[in-house]
């Protein structure tokens, strides 16, 4: 049985480093992972006045109904997550029971400035300690976006990020399996 991962990465646009870390990481998982990368492109932002979910978020919830753990590409706005990706766990989290998010485990990355979007992925375990997503805490994935690791495509160049997003991968498989053995 395969591990099945849905990949949600804050930044909206196709060459972002962000994307380009989920973009490694799906070329290069363990054997008996797979790895969907939500689109997020045409979300709207969640509102409670909205009582027929749009097509976007209905997509976006039916992935997460699938996903056994979660990866998240987390770009740093302001010291903080990125208004997409906290939209979409706004919208999932309204689930009942927070059926969607809530149990499962999920990892971190990001690439931004001069510490790789450290201050955001540290707001985005808070957010998860609510949403009762169970965090692995180490490897740690923090990618500086502007030091030479990607092309102008946002792909990942850096080998060192390179290995840690198969070490973070691979601890991703194992803390699944201590989870729900």
């Not at 919830?61 to 996903?67: E, I």
């Not at 499962?104 to 997503?133: D, E, F, W």
């Amino acid at each position: 049985m395969s591990l099945n991962v849905v990949a949600i990465c804050g930044s909206l646009r196709q060459k972002s480093a962000n994307k380009g870390l989920l973009r490694y990481a799906a070329a290069n998982l363990p054997a008996g992972m797979q790895l969907t990368i939500a689109d997020l492109s045409d979300m709207p932002f969640y509102n409670a006045d909205i009582s027929d979910k749009p097509a976007p978020v209905q997509r976006l919830l039916g992935q997460l109904a699938t996903a056994d753990a979660l990866l998240f590409a987390c770009p740093e706005y302001n010291y903080s997550i990125a208004p997409a990706l906290k939209n979409a766990l706004d919208w999932a989290s309204r689930e009942p029971g927070n059926a969607l998010l809530a149990g499962k485990p999920a990892a971190i990355m990001g690439a931004g400035g001069g510490m790789g979007t450290s201050r955001a992925q540290y707001h985005l375990r808070q957010v998860c300690v609510y949403l009762n997503l169970h965090v692995l805490n180490q490897p740690e994935v923090f990618a500086n976006a502007f030091a030479g690791g990607f092309d102008g495509d946002g792909n990942l160049l850096d080998a060192t990020i390179q290995e840690n997003i198969r070490k973070q991968l691979a601890a991703l498989q194992a803390w699944h399996a201590q989870l729900k053995g």
